[in-house]
């Protein structure tokens, strides 16, 4: 069966430090993933999206980039973090475009001090 | 751009009556898909139940059913029998066939069952 890893599950950053967010998919191969970011009391945001190894989409221009270094990991990083960048943060995957629905990981809560 | 709507921040319901979750969504697509998701505190998305615009028949799933009007562009949530594990927030989503495949979220709503 198919599992998704996301790690670490909590984490707080001060301002001006680097991320690195990781997630895994198990059990399938070639899956689209996703980064999501929910603010306290709002819906999900995407961030960004990818349908291959190295190919990545951006919805939303930001001090946050994403890479899918192996088919099944994903991973979203940024230089230096902001306050604003607080949040909790989802990864999720689709098994290929014609499956309809996305499962998620576990989420990280991201906390920049 | 599709945009998705729940017009209600919080509901309430007792224990084993029935609540509506409301949720209108905008797309000029003709060929989408819906979903309702849940998120309990454990902060985890859970799917609950999909629907595919092209199909007439409402989609059901044990207690959960929607009533899917696709001319208003309206899917709602019907939990039946509420249970206390129900309370959580759930999230309307909308996802254009092919495509890109993103999901489009609403703000979410959170659902509070009282014993």
Redesign the interface.
């Known amino acids: 069966s198919q599992t998704i890893h996301q790690w670490p599950a909590t984490l707080v950053q001060p301002v001006g430090s680097p991320l690195s967010l990781e997630c895994t998919v198990e059990g399938t191969s070639n899956p ?1 993933l ?1 980064w ?1 970011r929910q603010a306290a009391g ?3 945001q ?1 961030l960004f ?1 990818s ?1 291959g190894i190295g190919q990545i ?1 951006s ?1 939303v221009p930001q001090n946050l980039s994403a890479s899918r270094p192996q088919d099944r990991q994903f991973i979203l990083s940024s230089k230096k973090l902001l306050l604003s960048d607080s949040g ?1 943060y ?1 990864c ?1 995957w ?1 098994p290929d ?1 014609r499956h ?5 990981g ?2 990280t ?1 991201l906390t920049v001090v | 751009a599709q945009t998705v709507t729940q017009s209600q921040p919080e509901m309430s319901v007792q224990e084993a009556e029935t609540v509506t979750l409301s949720c209108t969504y905008d797309t000029s697509e003709s060929d989408y898909y819906l979903f309702w998701y849940k998120q309990p505190p454990s902060r985890q998305m859970i799917l609950v139940i999909r629907q595919e615009a092209y199909k007439q028949q409402n989609a059901t799933e044990n207690r959960f059913s929607v009533n899917f009007q696709k001319a208003a562009k309206s899917f709602s949530l019907k939990i039946s029998d509420s249970q206390l594990g129900d309370a959580a927030m759930y999230f309307c989503a909308y996802r254009r066939r092919g495509g890109s495949e993103k999901l489009v979220f609403g703000k979410g709503m959170k659902l509070t069952v009282n014993p």
């Open positions: 689209n996703y999501y709002r819906g999900l995407l999206y349908v989409s919805e909790f989802l999720a689709s475009p309809t629905e996305a499962f998620f576990q989420g809560r």
